[in-house]
């Protein structure tokens, strides 16, 4: 926890600029992202135990507080989905990595970013049919500005702490000390060999990131601007799922979206994990325990979506 809390005040208090909030943002939306598919695979478990526990359960996706975080998670999405792609394009594309021209992709980023959930996020809010978002604009305008406006205001407020000439300079690379943290790092690469595994990490963060654009955005739009979430139950699950010609298709739709979705975004904890835990017991801990997560709830959700029976 103490390499943790130096870490982070030393990123807070870093003027890295708009590549250092595109990195944060990015890491932020991923891990928000995440969180919100851990609790859907848990409750779409939930259908197998009948339709009167899961209908019952059904009330927390429809409260107001939740319509909230809804509306946050289409930013999230939306968010790293964009800068995924940039950093993709950027990672086979060399000349798209230079300063200039990631400056200007990623501020046009940030513009379809913006007018995408804003379009969708107030949409999302009006047709709810909860108060207090239903048919009310201006509250849902309200709302939707104010999850905008988080980040930036965080940035703003960041950008008036003491600079990183004010940290005490240290040899120790996992305490933030930007300078002698890469020369550590590019001395200690410059003879090393490559690791296999680690590019086919890579490789795999890249392919099923740009696979999940597509399949995730989908999902989202279909889910709640075509079905919506009020029309959400068990009957719609049994609707879905065992339908004469598209039942098994939506199957193997949701089993490959539960793999790529969850697979990529353990990966994501890892990378956040190894920044921010050096010990390595507590490291090898952290590791093992979200391993084992992601292999249950993987089983979990192959087990509900092949086994499925409506009786």
């Excluded at 429809?62 to 990672?91: C, M, Q, S, T």
């Excluded at 207090?132 to 104010?146: A, E, M, Q, R, W």
């Amino acid at each position: 926890m103490a390499a943790l809390i130096q870490t982070a005040s030393s990123v807070l208090r870093y003027r890295g600029g708009a590549g250092q909030w595109a990195w944060a943002i990015h890491r932020a939306a991923g891990l928000g992202v995440l969180a919100f598919l851990l609790l859907h695979i848990i409750d779409i478990f939930l259908v197998s135990f009948g339709p009167a526990l899961f209908n019952d359960l059904l009330f927390i996706y429809k409260a107001w507080p939740f319509r909230i975080l809804e509306v946050a998670l289409l930013f999230g999405l939306l968010y790293h989905a964009l800068n995924g792609l940039r950093i993709i394009v950027a990672d086979f594309i060399p000349v798209v990595a230079k300063r200039s021209i990631a400056r200007n992709l990623f501020y046009l980023q940030i513009v379809i970013t913006g007018i995408l959930f804003a379009i969708g996020g107030v949409v999302m809010l009006t047709t709810a049919q909860e108060e207090p978002f239903g048919n009310n604009p201006i509250l849902s305008l309200v709302v939707v500005v104010g999850i905008v406006a988080l980040p930036l205001v965080i940035s703003l407020l960041f950008s008036y702490a003491p600079t990183a000439s004010t940290i005490p300079l240290d040899t120790d690379a996992s305490k933030g000390n930007y300078q002698d943290s890469i020369e550590v790092i590019v001395h200690g690469r410059q003879r090393g060999p490559m690791n296999r595994a680690e590019l086919n990490i890579w490789l795999f963060m890249r392919i099923s990131g740009f696979l999940l654009i597509f399949i995730a955005l989908f999902h989202f739009f279909l889910m709640h601007f075509i079905y919506g979430v009020d029309a959400m139950d068990f009957s719609f699950i049994v609707a879905r799922w065992t339908d004469p010609v598209l039942g098994l298709f939506w199957r193997a739709y949701d089993l490959t979206l539960l793999v790529l979705a969850l697979v990529h975004g353990m990966f994501g904890v890892r990378y956040s994990i190894e920044d921010y835990f050096h010990n390595r017991a507590v490291k090898a801990l952290l590791l093992g325990g979200a391993a084992l997560t992601e292999i249950a709830l993987i089983l979990m959700g192959a087990f509900v979506i092949f086994t499925f029976n409506p009786a």
